[in-house]
């Protein structure tokens, strides 16, 4: 189990020296700010500076870790990236680096996954979370998904994560039993910023380098295949294998699929015609006659299952229907550059009539779902 040193949670310079310099940051817009005089509370500021220092946090805990892991006998790997590694562009079905020195995987142009940094023991790989969020709630949200990406394509592994937190952040009990956490001292970025606002002013140390056999590219990581698109066809199709079932249960519970449905968050199980949609749905949309309205079953972050719809308009433009905690339906449009756009239009052409389904079958689904969760819960 990886353990922080004095180094870390203090937040010394010592072993990184000017390091966190040799970035790049997206700082346009923050410097336009300072130098029109905004006041640091106004709501544009506040934003623009939380974003930036974000950004210097994750940078100063990789040069960090960087120098962590050399001294680590356990760590057998350690994945470059940012000024270290050689290479900027994010590869299909792999893990690479991309234009934005991020670790990431992605299948064909869609990102599906981004990683701050990965750890290799002999027996352990830990992906690495660096915020300076003041609670954990939202970042419990990212976790499962990229642990069901690793598990995915590094079966050989037991995946675990480390996060590394400021202190005064709440929340932290609430993670999973799988999460390693780290709290450090307060940070600042005031000496990036100052650096950023006039370079003339400080002469950097030279980038210092690390050289041990541990760092090694992303892409000479070898991983098991997995193909986004064709996974997905092949749990729509498994889902509805059986014709004397409006849904196979048993293969919607087997522990494959939902390490999947952790990864994808939502999968498709078939699609209803306007006629029967507005059955159960009261909604008012210009929706032509033959359009197939997309059935998924999304899983929220209890790991309760729910039915939510797809209306696929054109090739871009889609809308997402579901119903919330208190049991309003609501609609959202979907970003039209977003991945479930591209799963919705994929799917759509692999459904022939055997997937429709009717308000009844609908229902009935949705008790099936209900019932399922229950038993599990009670577990």
Same mark, same amino acid.
């Given at each position: 189990?990886?353990?922080?040193?004095?180094?870390?949670?203090? =937040?010394?310079?010592?072993?990184?020296?000017?390091?966190?310099?040799?970035? %790049? &940051?997206? #700082? /346009?817009? +923050?410097?336009? @700010?300072?130098?029109?005089?905004?006041?640091?509370?106004?709501?544009?500021?506040?934003?623009?500076?939380?974003?930036?220092?974000?950004?210097?946090?994750?940078?100063?805990?990789?040069?960090?870790?960087?120098?962590?892991?050399?001294?680590?006998?356990?760590?057998?790997?350690?994945?470059?990236?940012?000024?270290?590694?050689?290479?900027?562009?994010?590869?299909?079905?792999?893990?690479?680096?991309?234009?934005?020195?991020?670790?990431?995987?992605?299948?064909?142009?869609?990102?599906?996954?981004?990683?701050?940094?990965?750890?290799?023991?002999?027996?352990?790989?830990?992906?690495?979370?660096?915020?300076?969020?003041?609670?954990?709630?939202?970042?419990?949200?990212? =976790?499962?998904?990229?642990?069901?990406?690793?598990?995915?394509?590094?079966? %050989? &592994?037991? #995946? /675990?994560? +480390?996060?590394? @937190?400021?202190?005064?952040?709440?929340?932290?009990?609430?993670?999973?039993?799988?999460?390693?956490?780290?709290?450090?001292?307060?940070?600042?970025?005031?000496?990036?910023?100052?650096?950023?606002?006039?370079?003339?002013?400080?002469?950097?140390?030279?980038?210092?380098?690390?050289?041990?056999?541990?760092?090694?590219?992303?892409?000479?990581?070898?991983?098991?295949?997995?193909?986004?698109?064709?996974?997905?066809?092949?749990?729509?199709?498994?889902?509805?294998?059986?014709?004397?079932?409006?849904?196979?249960?048993?293969?919607?519970?087997?522990?494959?699929?939902?390490?999947?449905?952790?990864?994808?968050?939502?999968?498709?199980?078939?699609?209803?015609?306007?006629?029967?949609?507005?059955?159960?749905?009261?909604?008012?949309?210009?929706?032509?006659?033959?359009? /197939?309205?997309?059935?998924? @079953?999304?899983?929220?972050?209890?790991?309760?299952?729910?039915?939510?719809?797809?209306?696929?308009?054109?090739?871009?433009?889609?809308?997402?229907?579901?119903?919330?905690?208190?049991?309003?339906?609501?609609?959202?449009?979907?970003?039209?550059?977003?991945?479930?756009?591209?799963?919705?239009?994929?799917?759509?052409?692999?459904?022939?009539?055997?997937?429709?389904?009717?308000?009844?079958?609908?229902?009935?689904?949705?008790?099936?779902?209900?019932?399922?969760?229950?038993?599990?819960?009670?577990?």
């Amino acid at each position: 189990m990886l353990e922080a040193t004095e180094s870390i949670i203090n =937040l010394q310079e010592d072993d990184i020296d000017d390091n966190v310099l040799y970035y %790049d &940051y997206n #700082i /346009k817009h +923050l410097l336009s @700010l300072i130098k029109a005089k905004v006041p640091e509370d106004d709501n544009r500021y506040l934003s623009s500076f939380r974003s930036f220092e974000g950004e210097v946090f994750e940078n100063y805990m990789y040069e960090k870790l960087l120098a962590y892991v050399q001294t680590q006998d356990e760590v057998e790997k350690f994945v470059l990236k940012g000024h270290h590694q050689s290479r900027d562009k994010a590869f299909a079905n792999t893990l690479s680096i991309s234009e934005k020195s991020q670790i990431v995987y992605r299948t064909k142009s869609r990102e599906i996954g981004e990683f701050d940094a990965l750890i290799f023991t002999k027996k352990e790989l830990y992906f690495v979370e660096m915020t300076l969020v003041k609670s954990v709630l939202k970042l419990k949200k990212r =976790l499962r998904k990229k642990k069901a990406l690793l598990e995915t394509i590094f079966p %050989d &592994y037991e #995946i /675990k994560a +480390l996060i590394i @937190l400021n202190e005064g952040v709440s929340g932290v009990k609430q993670l999973p039993p799988y999460c390693k956490v780290w709290i450090t001292k307060s940070f600042s970025s005031q000496k990036v910023l100052d650096y950023l606002k006039n370079r003339r002013a400080y002469e950097r140390k030279p980038k210092k380098e690390m050289d041990s056999k541990k760092m090694v590219e992303a892409q000479s990581l070898k991983i098991f295949p997995f193909r986004y698109y064709n996974t997905l066809s092949w749990i729509t199709r498994s889902l509805r294998s059986n014709r004397n079932q409006l849904i196979n249960m048993k293969f919607l519970t087997d522990p494959l699929t939902q390490r999947y449905h952790d990864l994808y968050t939502k999968i498709y199980l078939g699609f209803m015609y306007p006629s029967e949609f507005k059955k159960i749905m009261n909604i008012k949309a210009d929706i032509k006659n033959d359009q /197939k309205i997309i059935v998924a @079953l999304e899983k929220k972050h209890s790991d309760e299952i729910v039915l939510t719809y797809y209306i696929q308009y054109t090739r871009k433009k889609l809308d997402y229907i579901s119903y919330n905690d208190e049991g309003a339906m609501i609609v959202e449009k979907k970003d039209p550059y977003g991945i479930t756009v591209t799963e919705v239009y994929h799917v759509t052409k692999l459904m022939d009539k055997s997937f429709s389904l009717s308000a009844n079958n609908i229902k009935t689904i949705a008790n099936l779902l209900k019932e399922s969760f229950a038993s599990m819960d009670k577990r």
